[in-house]
């Protein structure tokens, strides 16, 4: 979203609201575009959003769902505040809940405000699926004025909760894949394996572990680099020791982006074992499989509709089962047997996503359908250009 934001620059004012959170400022300026994050509780209790997200925090510590009254009242009054000061030409929420929700709700408060283009990235459409949060998504996707999915399916998914399929467009997130995630010209290291994504159950990372034991048998100095951090931690290092397998795996913690090409282009095999919560929860669209592509990675990810829009069994990766830790590790094993399906699942993978992942494209599509939105709006379509 930071990256979306920063190619919007070119032609947008952007000013980003977010929530506060221990150490950070309230008002700030970032490259260019204006920060404002606002305070919904006592600072050291403002750990719903951040984190591995909001769902993730909450099943965490269930106490965390007395924030949740706070956070959209303060999220409400913040868009309000904002909507007086300037003249925006419209809001881009992403989530539909519950940045759509308070943006909705500010609106007709407003009575008139700008138009809304509402961004599903997978956690709001399904981790939220009482019949009172159902209710609530149809409210505010109807109100939008455009909708955005990350991948075929969930265009599909918003469609059947019975919105207007002329609304909704399909635009993943992008990549830097002309300077940041490209090939190495390094030598990648021996028998090292990756994984990329926040320690939660809807990344599936139990099951590569749970893989490792057949893995070392064949390669017995294989090692897995775990980035990302989470609610999980310690139960996958827990895991990891209870298995015997604590000294094959080096938890990195959260990882900078400036680091992540590097883990990528020093890795053999990147694992993606991804998996549909127990809760329903699960990937949107799979961007880190974008990354690991555009590095020429060779892939081992699960076969959920989140990674169908990006790879091609066989052909960009090797697909498996969720859930399937002897899956999962035959795969591996077959990869790191055999440099030279790794290089051409690698190459094939990259000329890809090249293709229609890079920011290039997927920013234009975002220009195109925000100057269409603003355009075509009679009470704010005649700033389009530079304007909030």
Same mark, same amino acid.
């Given at each position: 979203?930071?990256?979306?934001?920063?190619?919007?620059?070119?032609?947008?004012?952007?000013?980003?609201?977010?929530?506060?959170?221990?150490?950070?400022?309230?008002?700030?300026?970032?490259?260019?575009?204006?920060?404002?994050?606002?305070?919904?509780?006592?600072?050291?209790?403002?750990?719903?959003?951040?984190?591995?997200?909001?769902?993730?925090?909450?099943?965490?510590?269930?106490?965390?769902?007395?924030?949740?009254?706070?956070?959209?009242?303060?999220?409400?009054?913040?868009?309000?505040?904002?909507?007086?000061?300037?003249?925006?030409?419209?809001?881009?929420?992403?989530?539909?809940?519950?940045?759509?929700?308070?943006?909705?709700?500010?609106?007709?408060?407003?009575?008139?405000?700008?138009?809304?283009?509402?961004?599903?990235?997978?956690?709001?459409?399904?981790?939220?699926?009482?019949?009172?949060?159902?209710?609530?998504?149809?409210?505010?996707?109807?109100?939008?004025?455009?909708?955005?999915?990350?991948?075929?399916?969930?265009?599909?998914?918003?469609?059947?909760?019975?919105?207007?399929?002329?609304?909704?467009?399909?635009?993943?997130?992008?990549?830097?894949?002309?300077?940041?995630?490209?090939?190495?010209?390094?030598?990648?290291?021996?028998?090292?394996?990756?994984?990329?994504?926040?320690?939660?159950?809807?990344?599936?990372?139990?099951?590569?572990?749970?893989?490792?034991?057949?893995?070392?048998?064949?390669?017995?100095?294989?090692?897995?680099?775990? =980035?990302?951090?989470?609610?999980? %931690?310690?139960?996958?290092? !827990? +895991?990891? /020791?209870?298995? $015997?397998?604590? &000294?094959?795996? #080096?938890?990195?913690?959260?990882?900078?982006?400036?680091?992540?090409?590097?883990?990528?282009?020093?890795?053999?095999?990147?694992?993606?074992?991804?998996?549909?919560?127990?809760?329903?929860?699960?990937?949107?669209?799979?961007?880190?499989?974008?990354?690991?592509?555009?590095?020429?990675?060779?892939?081992?990810?699960?076969?959920?509709?989140?990674?169908?829009?990006?790879?091609?069994?066989?052909?960009?990766?090797?697909?498996?089962?969720?859930?399937?830790?002897?899956?999962? =590790?035959?795969?591996?094993?077959? %990869?790191?047997?055999?440099? !030279? +399906?790794? /290089?051409?699942? $690698?190459?094939? &993978?990259?000329? #890809?996503?090249?293709?229609?992942?890079?920011?290039?494209?997927?920013?234009?599509?975002?220009?195109?359908?925000?100057?269409?939105?603003?355009?075509?709006?009679?009470?704010?379509?005649?700033?389009?250009?530079?304007?909030?």
């Amino acid at each position: 979203m930071l990256e979306l934001c920063r190619r919007l620059t070119e032609h947008y004012n952007i000013h980003i609201l977010a929530p506060h959170a221990a150490g950070s400022q309230f008002e700030t300026m970032l490259e260019g575009m204006r920060v404002t994050r606002y305070r919904y509780f006592f600072p050291r209790l403002e750990n719903l959003a951040y984190r591995g997200g909001i769902l993730e925090n909450l099943k965490q510590n269930r106490c965390r769902y007395g924030l949740i009254p706070f956070f959209l009242l303060f999220q409400t009054l913040a868009i309000q505040k904002m909507l007086r000061r300037f003249p925006f030409d419209l809001i881009h929420a992403h989530w539909i809940i519950p940045q759509g929700a308070c943006a909705v709700l500010t609106s007709h408060l407003h009575r008139t405000g700008p138009p809304l283009l509402c961004t599903s990235h997978g956690g709001d459409l399904y981790g939220l699926n009482s019949i009172p949060m159902v209710w609530l998504k149809r409210f505010v996707l109807n109100r939008a004025e455009v909708v955005t999915t990350v991948s075929r399916k969930m265009r599909h998914d918003v469609g059947s909760l019975g919105i207007d399929r002329g609304k909704i467009h399909v635009i993943p997130m992008g990549v830097d894949l002309q300077t940041r995630f490209v090939p190495s010209v390094r030598q990648k290291t021996t028998k090292s394996l990756l994984f990329v994504g926040r320690l939660v159950e809807k990344k599936g990372l139990r099951f590569l572990i749970e893989a490792l034991p057949e893995i070392i048998e064949k390669h017995p100095d294989a090692k897995l680099r775990v =980035a990302g951090d989470g609610q999980e %931690l310690s139960a996958m290092k !827990k +895991l990891a /020791n209870d298995i $015997g397998m604590a &000294g094959h795996v #080096h938890f990195l913690g959260a990882v900078a982006n400036e680091i992540l090409p590097g883990l990528y282009q020093t890795s053999d095999v990147v694992v993606f074992p991804s998996i549909v919560a127990a809760g329903g929860d699960r990937e949107g669209f799979g961007l880190v499989l974008v990354e690991a592509l555009g590095c020429e990675c060779a892939i081992v990810a699960t076969n959920l509709p989140a990674t169908r829009d990006i790879i091609q069994n066989g052909t960009t990766a090797l697909v498996v089962r969720q859930k399937d830790a002897r899956q999962i =590790a035959a795969k591996v094993v077959q %990869l790191l047997n055999d440099p !030279k +399906l790794r /290089n051409s699942l $690698g190459t094939r &993978g990259r000329q #890809h996503v090249l293709q229609q992942f890079d920011w290039t494209a997927i920013s234009a599509q975002y220009m195109d359908l925000i100057h269409s939105v603003i355009r075509n709006n009679s009470t704010y379509g005649q700033t389009a250009q530079k304007q909030n």
